[in-house]
C-alpha cells in the first residue's frame, strides 16, 4: 500500500495547538497499525515564529519510522498580510453571511499569497502525487494547504478544524472544501458548521472521526493533592482552563462569577482559571484563583477534583478539555453559541448550556446547589460520549474505514452477464442545461458506463450550453440496430416513429405529461404539444415490452395508457451538484433577515404560481418580513408569467416577490441556500426535483397535495389538502418557519427520506430495468 | 386540512397549534398593531427599484473593465511577473479600445442614474397629481350641481323682477314687453322689411350661406316631429324654406307682423311673438333646436341672458341652439357694416358669448366663423404679401360668426 501523507505547515511532537497536535497523534497511531505515513511540512518552527525563515534544515528526517520531509518556506510582505488580515477582522461577527466573502478587493488573494507558503512543497506535490495513497491536508487556513490541496485534489482529504470566523468564509477556503475529495470533522458540530457554511455539495464527502484523548494512566491517588496551595479535595470549584485571552471569552466567565459572588456572598464556590496567556484575572474578584500556565499534573488533578469544567469560547472546533474532563466524571458547561462544543454537550447529556453573563452566574449557584450524585450523572453521560469520540481506537478505525486502508479492495460492480447488451443509448426529446429529465439522462449514463456498457445520450432539442454532453438526434445514426436503446418519453416528440422502428432491446421511461386541461386556457400553444404527448403514449405502449415511470403516480398512467406491468424509476437527486460556489451577489441579497419562501418550477398555469402569490400576499400581511422567491423559466411576454405581475402590482408585492428566472445552477443553489420553507401551490407535478432539492438543502416542503407529490415526499414536508383558506395556510407556513419544534420533526424525517433518491438506490432499479430488457 | 406520513408529528396536536396561532393573529390585529398588519394599497409602480438597483450595482462594478491588470495571485514567483507584464502590455495595447470604451461606460452609466432619478421624481409626480386630480373631480361635480341649482335661481329671480317691474309702472305699459320695445313699434314693420330686402342680401344668398347649419341640424337629430325646430327671428323666412324642402319640421317666431304675414303667406308655420314672452310658454324639455340669425345683436344684455336661459330650459337633451351674428373681428364689419340696421344695439364680441352660453348651462359650446370676403375682394398679395396678408386677416376674414350649443 502507498503512503498516507500528512500536509500541515508546522510539525512536531510538542506543539500546542489542536490541528499540530491531532496530525502528531493520527500519524503516530497510524503508523502502529502499520500504516506507511509521512509528513509533508515546512522548515518553520512553530506557528508563533516568523513565517518567512527556516528554523530547521529541510530534507528528510526519520522520526521512528514516520518520514517527515520538511520544505522551506518563500519569503513574504508580512505588512500586506497583517493589512489583509485587519481588513477582514474589521468586520464584525454578525455581519458575516455564508456565500459573500469578507476579504473584498482582492485583500484575500494577498492574505493567502502572503501566507505561509512554500513552493518547493507545492512542486513535491505535484511531481509525486501519483506515489500517495492520500494526502490528509491539517488545518483548513494556511497557504500551504489553500495553495497545495488543489494540486492534488482527487487524493486530498482535507482535516479543516472549522471555527465559525472570519477565515471560514474566504473564497479560497471554499475553493479547497468543495475540491477536495473528502473532509474529516472533528465532532459533528464542526460538521454542521461546515453544511451552514457551504450547503449539502459537501454533505457525502464529510466524515466525522473525533479526536482522541490521551487518558491518563495514571492512578488518581497518584496526583498531587495540592495546586498552588490549594487542598483540592477539601475545595469545592468551578475549573476554566485553556488560553485565557478575549478570543477564548475568559473575561466573560469572570464577569459573571463576579456577579454570582454579589448576589451569594457567602458562597463558597471558587473559580480556577488554568492556561498560558498575557492577562492576570481575579486579583480583584474574592474566590477566583488565577494559576497561570500548570503543569501537566497540575492539571489533570485539577481536572479530576473539580465540580465541573467551563468552557465559555464561542471558537472551538473541538474542546480536548471537555472530553479530558468526562473522561473523569465530570460535567461539563460551554457557551450556547458555540456549534462544536453546544452540540457534543447537547448530545451527551453531559452538562449546560449558557450563554449571557446572567446565563453563567445562574449556573453557578445551581452547580453549588447540587449534591455529588446529581453531578456524577451528569459526568457519566459525558464519559459515554467521549468513550466514542474521543478514544483513539475509535477514532483510528474511523481514519482507516473511510480511507480504504484496510478493506480488501473496493467491491466490484455487477458486470454485464455474458452475451448480452454491450450498449445501451438514451434517446430523449430534448436536452438543457438545468431540465430534471437531461440531468437524469447523464447520471444513468454515467451508471451504464460504470457498468461496461457503452452509453450515448441522443437527442432531438440540444441547448447549446449542454454540447458536451449529448449528440443531436440525427435520424437514428450512431445508434445501431442492436443497440439497447432507453427513450425518455414526455411532450409530444418526433422521435416515436424511430423508437417504434427500433429492432433492439428497448424499454421507454415516462416523464410524464401535464394534463393539457390544465393549460388550456392560458397557454393553448403548450396544450395542443402535451396532447400529441400523451395521444403518442397509446401507440408507443405495444411496442415496449419495459417501461417506468419516474414515480408509482407516472407508472399508473402507462399502465392506463396500455403498458403491461411498468417498474418504477425515481429521478437521481443527489446533493453532489451543489457543490459549486453559490452565487455571491445572490447569497447577500438573500441574506437579509427577511423569511424567504421558495417555489422552484417552470412559470406555468399547473404550478399555480398565482396562487402562491396569493397566499403569499396573506402571509406578509399577517407576518410581514418576508419575500417569496419564485424560480422558473418565463417569456416576458408570456400571458401568464404578465398575469402573475398583474398580481404582484395589485397587492403591492413588488419588493417582496422575486422572480428570478430560470437561473444558472450557482444562483438556484443560493436560492435554495438563504430559503427557509418550500411552498409549492401546484397543482400538476409528474415527480418534483425541486422538492427532493429542498430536502437536500433542509428546507421544510410545505405544499398542495396533488398528482406525484405526495409519493415524492413519502414522509417527508407537510401536505395540505385544501388551498381556499389562505389565513389558516399562512399561520401553518409560519409555523413551519418559526416552530423549531416541528421544522426539527420535519428536516429528520426528511434527510431519511431524501436518501431514497441518491444512485446508489436508483442504481438495483436500474438493474432491473436493463435485466428486463435483456429479455 | 394538513397531512403527513411523518409518524413524529401529530396531526390534531399541529391543527390546534395552527389554530392557536390564528387566534394570537386576531387578537394582534384587533388591537390595531402597526406593522403587522400592512395596508395592502395597490401601487402602480411599473419599475421594479430591486432588480434595477442590482443591475446597475452590476454595471457600476465593471464600469473601468479594461483599466487595470488583476494581481494574479494565483500564480507566483517568475510566472507572476511574467504573467503580471504581459497582463500589463495587454492593458496598455488594449487602451486604443479601452480608453473610449470606458468613457462610454461612464457616460452611459451617469446618464442611466439622471434618466433613473427622472423616472423616479415623475412617479411621484404623477402620484401627486393622481390623487389631486381624485379632489378636483369630487369637486368639480359639487361645482355642477350648484351650477345648476343657480340657473334656475336666476330665472326665478328675472321672472319675479319683471312681473314687479309691470306692476310698478301700470296699466299703460301692461302689455309690453322688453323685446317689443327693442324691436320698435308695429308701425315700422314695412320698414324694416324694405331695409331687409335692401341690406341684408338676396334670398338665394342666404338660403346659400344658411345651408351651411344642416348637416349640424340633422347631426343633434332635430326636425323629427317631436323634436322641433324653432327659428327666433325668422325674419323673410329663409332658414324655415330650407327646413320645408328637407322634410324637418319647423316653426318660426318673428314679432314682425309683415314678416309674420309673408311667412305665412308662403305656408310656414309662423307665430307672432316676443321671444322671451313665447319661450316662457313652452313647457320643458320641449324642443328639438332653437337658431336664431342675426336677432341676438338686437337684444339687451339681460334679454340676451334670459333668452340662453330659456333656450336651456326648453331644449330637449341634446338639442342644438345657434345664434348667428355679425362678426367684430371683421374690421370692416365692427367699425362700419354693423351699424347698417339702426336697430342693432351693439356688435358682440365672440368669446365673452361663447363663455356666457357655457356659463348658462350650455354644453358643448363653439364658436363657427361664416362667410368671409370672396376673393375678389381681398387684397392683392403679390406686392407686399405680408402686409397684404395681416390687412385681410382684419378686413376680409369671417363677416359672421355662430356661437353653437347643445342641452346635456
Known amino acids: 500500500m502507498k503512503p498516507v501523507a500528512f500536509v500541515i505547515p508546522w510539525f512536531g511532537e510538542h506543539l500546542k495547538g489542536g490541528a499540530e497536535q491531532q496530525a502528531w497523534q493520527v500519524a503516530n497511531r497510524l503508523l502502529q497499525h502499520g500504516v506507511k505515513v509521512e509528513v509533508l511540512t515546512t522548515c518553520c518552527s512553530s506557528f508563533l515564529e516568523d513565517w518567512s525563515i527556516n528554523h530547521l534544515p529541510s530534507g528528510v528526517e526519520n522520526l521512528n519510522g514516520l518520514l517527515v520531509r520538511r520544505f522551506k518556506v518563500d519569503k513574504r510582505n508580512g505588512k500586506l498580510f497583517n493589512d489583509a488580515n485587519a481588513h477582514a477582522l474589521a468586520v464584525p461577527p454578525e455581519n458575516l453571511r455564508p456565500g459573500s466573502n469578507p476579504f473584498t478587493f482582492g485583500t484575500g488573494e494577498q492574505f493567502v499569497a502572503e501566507n505561509i507558503n512554500s513552493l518547493s512543497l507545492e512542486r513535491y506535490l505535484k511531481r509525486n502525487k501519483k506515489k500517495y495513497h492520500a494526502f490528509i491536508f491539517i488545518p483548513y487556513l494556511y497557504g500551504i494547504i489553500l495553495n497545495g490541496l488543489p494540486l492534488v485534489a482527487e487524493k486530498a482529504w482535507l482535516q479543516p478544524c472549522l471555527h465559525d470566523e472570519v477565515y471560514a468564509y474566504l473564497a479560497e477556503v471554499e475553493n479547497i472544501i468543495r475540491g477536495c475529495h473528502g473532509i474529516f470533522y472533528n465532532s459533528p458540530g464542526e460538521e454542521r458548521l461546515a453544511h451552514d457554511l457551504f450547503g449539502p455539495g459537501i454533505l457525502r464527502k464529510g466524515k466525522v472521526v473525533g479526536e482522541g484523548v490521551e487518558i491518563s494512566e495514571l492512578n488518581r491517588e497518584t496526583l498531587p493533592r495540592q495546586v498552588a496551595g490549594l487542598h483540592l479535595d477539601q475545595e469545592k470549584y468551578v475549573l476554566c482552563l485553556g488560553r485565557r485571552d478575549n478570543t477564548k471569552n475568559t473575561s466573560l466567565l469572570v464577569n459573571s462569577y463576579h456577579l454570582y459572588r454579589k448576589r451569594h456572598p457567602e458562597s463558597t464556590l471558587k473559580l480556577i482559571l488554568a492556561g498560558p496567556g498575557d492577562e492576570k484575572y481575579g486579583a480583584a474578584v474574592q474566590g477566583i484563583y488565577d494559576l497561570g500556565l500548570v503543569a501537566e499534573l497540575d492539571k489533570e488533578a485539577l481536572l479530576s477534583q473539580c465540580v465541573a469544567l467551563f468552557q465559555p469560547s464561542r471558537k472551538e472546533s473541538y474542546s480536548r478539555v471537555i472530553m479530558e474532563a468526562w473522561l473523569y466524571n465530570r460535567p461539563v458547561a460551554v457557551h450556547g453559541a458555540c456549534l462544536a462544543t453546544a452540540m457534543a454537550v447537547e448530545a451527551a447529556g453531559g452538562g449546560w448550556l449558557a450563554e449571557s453573563r446572567e446565563e453563567w452566574s445562574r449556573l453557578f449557584h445551581q452547580l453549588e446547589q447540587m449534591d455529588e450524585g446529581q453531578l456524577l450523572e451528569f459526568g457519566a453521560k459525558g464519559r459515554e460520549y467521549a468513550r466514542q469520540y474521543a478514544e483513539w481506537d475509535a477514532v483510528i478505525d474511523r481514519y482507516e474505514s473511510v480511507l480504504g486502508l484496510r478493506s480488501s479492495g473496493a467491491t466490484q460492480k455487477d458486470n454485464i452477464q455474458p452475451n448480452t447488451l454491450r450498449t445501451i443509448h438514451q434517446l430523449t426529446p430534448g436536452f438543457a442545461y438545468g431540465d430534471a429529465i437531461s440531468n437524469q439522462a447523464i447520471i444513468l449514463r454515467e451508471l451504464l458506463r460504470s457498468k461496461g456498457y457503452k452509453s450515448e445520450i441522443f437527442t432531438e432539442h440540444l441547448d447549446p450550453l449542454m454540447v458536451h454532453e449529448a449528440k443531436l438526434f440525427m435520424e437514428g445514426k450512431g445508434i445501431h440496430d442492436d443497440a439497447g436503446l432507453i427513450y425518455h418519453h414526455s411532450i409530444g416528440a418526433g422521435l416515436t416513429d424511430f423508437v417504434i422502428k427500433h429492432p433492439g432491446p428497448k424499454s421507454l421511461i415516462y416523464h410524464n405529461v401535464t394534463p393539457p386541461d390544465l393549460v388550456r386556457d392560458l397557454e393553448p400553444e403548450l396544450a395542443e404539444m402535451l396532447e400529441q404527448g400523451l395521444s403518442d403514449l397509446k401507440l408507443l405502449a405495444p411496442h415496449f415490452s419495459v417501461s417506468a415511470g419516474a414515480s408509482r403516480f407516472n407508472s399508473c398512467e402507462l399502465e392506463e395508457n396500455g403498458f403491461t406491468d411498468p417498474a418504477v424509476l425515481p429521478i437521481c437527486v443527489a446533493p453532489e451538484k451543489w457543490n459549486i460556489q453559490a452565487d455571491p451577489n445572490m447569497m447577500a441579497r438573500l441574506q437579509d433577515g427577511k423569511d424567504n419562501i421558495l417555489f422552484v418550477g417552470r412559470v406555468v398555469a399547473n404550478k399555480c404560481q398565482h396562487d402562491l402569490i396569493k397566499a403569499f400576499a396573506t402571509y406578509r400581511t399577517m407576518y410581514g418580513n418576508c419575500r417569496l422567491i419564485l424560480v422558473g423559466g418565463f417569456m416576458e411576454e408570456e400571458s401568464y408569467y404578465q398575469s402573475l405581475m398583474e398580481l404582484v402590482r395589485s397587492y403591492g408585492l413588488e419588493g417582496d416577490v422575486l422572480f428570478a428566472g430560470k437561473v444558472p445552477d450557482s444562483t438556484l443553489h443560493a436560492c435554495y441556500r438563504c430559503s427557509h420553507l418550500f411552498w409549492s401551490m401546484s397543482e400538476h407535478e409528474g415527480f418534483g426535483v425541486p422538492l427532493i432539492e429542498s430536502m437536500w438543502f433542509d428546507i421544510p416542503v410545505f405544499a398542495y397535495k396533488s398528482s406525484a407529490v405526495p409519493e415524492t415526499l413519502a414522509e417527508g414536508g407537510l401536505l395540505f389538502t385544501h388551498k381556499d383558506d389562505f389565513t389558516q395556510l399562512a399561520a401553518a407556513a409560519r409555523l413551519l418557519l418559526h416552530d423549531l419544534d416541528l421544522r426539527n420533526k420535519i428536516i429528520s424525517a426528511q434527510q431519511n427520506r431524501r436518501k431514497d433518491f441518491l444512485p446508489e438506490a436508483i442504481e438495483m432499479k436500474l438493474d432491473d430495468l436493463i435485466r428486463g430488457m435483456n429479455g | ?408
Open chain 2, 1 to 408: 386540512m394538513l397531512e403527513t406520513k411523518n409518524s413524529e408529528i401529530d396531526l390534531a396536536d399541529l391543527l390546534e397549534k395552527v389554530a392557536i396561532e390564528l387566534k394570537m393573529q386576531q387578537k394582534k390585529q384587533g388591537r390595531g398593531q402597526k406593522g403587522v398588519f400592512r395596508e395592502d394599497l395597490p401601487i402602480n409602480d411599473p419599475f421594479t427599484w430591486s432588480q434595477l438597483k442590482e443591475t446597475m450595482k452590476v454595471a457600476e462594478l465593471n464600469v473601468n473593465a479594461g483599466a487595470e491588470v488583476t494581481s494574479m495571485l494565483h500564480y507566483r514567483g517568475i510566472v507572476r511577473k511574467i504573467a503580471r507584464l504581459l497582463g500589463k502590455v495587454t492593458v496598455f495595447l488594449g487602451r486604443v479600445i479601452t480608453i473610449p470604451q470606458r468613457n462610454f461606460n461612464s457616460s452611459i452609466l451617469h446618464s442611466l442614474r439622471i434618466t433613473l432619478d427622472g423616472i423616479r421624481d415623475m412617479n411621484r409626480t404623477t402620484a401627486r397629481l393622481e390623487r389631486e386630480m381624485e379632489h378636483i373631480k369630487e369637486k368639480s361635480q359639487l361645482v355642477d350641481y350648484l351650477k345648476t341649482g343657480l340657473i334656475t335661481q336666476e330665472r326665478r329671480v328675472s321672472i319675479l323682477l319683471e312681473e314687479l317691474r309691470r306692476q310698478v309702472n301700470g296699466a299703460e305699459s301692461g302689455q309690453e314687453t322688453l323685446v317689443q320695445e327693442l324691436s320698435g313699434p308695429n308701425i315700422l314693420d314695412p320698414l324694416y322689411l324694405a331695409f331687409e330686402n335692401q341690406f341684408r342680401g338676396t334670398r338665394e344668398e342666404i338660403i346659400d350661406r344658411l345651408m351651411e347649419y344642416l348637416p349640424l341640424i340633422r347631426e343633434a337629430r332635430a326636425g323629427a316631429e317631436d323634436r322641433e325646430i324653432l327659428d327666433i327671428g325668422c325674419g323673410r323666412g329663409e332658414w324655415l324654406e330650407i327646413m320645408n324642402d328637407e322634410g324637418l319640421v319647423a316653426k318660426g317666431l318673428d314679432i314682425n307682423h309683415v314678416l309674420v304675414q309673408d311667412c305665412r303667406d308662403k305656408g310656414f308655420k309662423v307665430e307672432e311673438n316676443d321671444a322671451l314672452s313665447y319661450l316662457r310658454s313652452l313647457p320643458d324639455n320641449s324642443l328639438g333646436a332653437i337658431t336664431s340669425f342675426h336677432l341676438i345683436e338686437h337684444l339687451e344684455f339681460d334679454t340676451r341672458v334670459a333668452l340662453f336661459d330659456e333656450s336651456v330650459r326648453v331644449l330637449k337633451s341634446g338639442g342644438i341652439a345657434i345664434f348667428e351674428t355679425p362678426n367684430p373681428r371683421n374690421l370692416l364689419v365692427g367699425s362700419c357694416n354693423f351699424w347698417s340696421d339702426p336697430t342693432h344695439l351693439r356688435p358682440l364680441y365672440p368669446e365673452t358669448h361663447q363663455f356666457l352660453m357655457e356659463y348658462r348651462g350650455f354644453c358643448k359650446v363653439e364658436l363657427l366663423f361664416l362667410h368671409p370676403h370672396e376673393d375678389d375682394q381681398r387684397l392683392p398679395e403679390e406686392e407686399a404679401p405680408e402686409l397684404a396678408f395681416r390687412l385681410n386677416e382684419l378686413l376680409s376674414c369671417a363677416r359672421d360668426y355662430a356661437i353653437i350649443g347643445y342641452k346635456v
